[in-house]
């Protein structure tokens, strides 16, 4: 994980919300600075959504940043310019996504392979993308101005649905891609090859591709192994295989993994990242390999990627907890 440095400011213009946010620039230089623009998105639902966009307004004004964010969270966050996306996200230095995983997964999409970091602050559930709970916020801002955070570079996994007679829809994923039997009580049935080598048929509830993010999601409750983020791998993991020899499959994320619906009854679902996705019919063709793009997570210095697992996770064994007590 590489050092951060200061993070540079981008022009702003436009139209209507820009409007402010070009003044909260303007005021920021007449006080002899730069001003930032940080892009906020949140789960505007969640019961402590808007006490901590509160809170996160008043620590940014002060660390010199301008405030921006989509309608529903500019609607609880004081002093913050309302911008439509893609424009919100063109605009910012950096983002700021409060919620849980599917806040992190929703920015992800939208800032759809533009290099601004991300920090995700958990005000949700478990939270694994998630880099810092609210009651760090307030000391991340503060290194965030001051060019301290460290990034971690994430991969992402296009998905490409090939049907007879249409065009191909492409879709991106940071944690997974996944085909379910959808609505149907029956098994589907899916053919698997790797780079052009088939691997076997299977009968089954679905079929997960997962990244190193995404390890700890679906395919984890499936029973799939958790890829360290650095590992340059997709796992492949079965829902509910009608077979007792099923195991997850890791292969390297330069392979080309080919997904075949070759079942003859109930309707099948794709679903990328649990955000978008689409029915599919039986002789689809769904084909996951690595993006080029990727995405960069921000965190506060001494992050443990192990460290969220034992905390997440509840792990607790004997030898962790007497090195810690000792620590």
């Not at 808007?50 to 809170?55: D, E, G, K, P």
């Not at 599917?102 to 533009?114: I, K, Y």
Request: glycine share 10%.
């Amino acid at each position: 994980m590489a050092r951060g440095v200061r993070i540079a400011p981008q022009r702003a213009g436009g139209q209507c919300g820009v409007s402010r946010l070009l003044a909260l620039e303007r005021r920021g230089k007449r006080r002899g600075g730069t001003m930032k623009t940080l892009a906020v998105i949140a789960n505007c639902g969640k019961p402590r959504a808007a006490q901590v966009l509160q809170r996160l307004a008043a620590r940014a004004r002060a660390a010199g940043w301008a405030l921006a964010a989509d309608a529903p969270t500019a609607a609880l966050l004081p002093d913050a310019a309302a911008l439509p996306t893609p424009e919100l996200f063109e605009r910012a230095d950096a983002v700021l996504a409060l919620g849980g995983d599917g806040t992190m997964l929703r920015a992800v999409r939208e800032l759809d392979g533009r290099d601004k970091p991300v920090l995700g602050v958990n005000i949700g559930g478990l939270g694994f993308l998630t880099s810092i709970g609210e009651e760090e916020l307030d000391g991340a801002i503060e290194a965030m101005s001051r060019g301290r955070m460290a990034f971690r570079t994430h991969a992402i996994a296009e998905c490409r649905v090939e049907r007879a007679g249409a065009e191909p829809a492409v879709y991106r994923a940071l944690n997974d891609v996944v085909i379910t039997r959808g609505a149907s009580p029956r098994m589907i049935t899916l053919e698997l090859a790797v780079n052009g080598d088939a691997v076997t048929s299977y009968a089954c509830d679905g079929l997960i591709v997962a990244t190193p993010a995404g390890s700890t999601g679906h395919s984890l409750s499936a029973g799939g192994p958790i890829l360290a983020p650095e590992t340059d791998a997709f796992v492949i993991t079965l829902i509910c295989p009608h077979t007792l020899s099923s195991r997850p499959l890791i292969v390297p994320d330069r392979s080309e993994i080919a997904v075949t619906v070759a079942s003859l009854g109930g309707p099948q679902t794709l679903s990328v990242d649990g955000q978008v996705g689409q029915a599919l019919r039986d002789g689809d063709r769904v084909l996951v390999r690595r993006s080029d793009r990727s995405v960069r997570f921000m965190h506060l210095p001494g992050h443990s990627y192990f460290a969220v697992l034992r905390r997440k996770l509840h792990w607790s064994g004997s030898n962790v907890q007497a090195r810690q007590s000792r620590s």
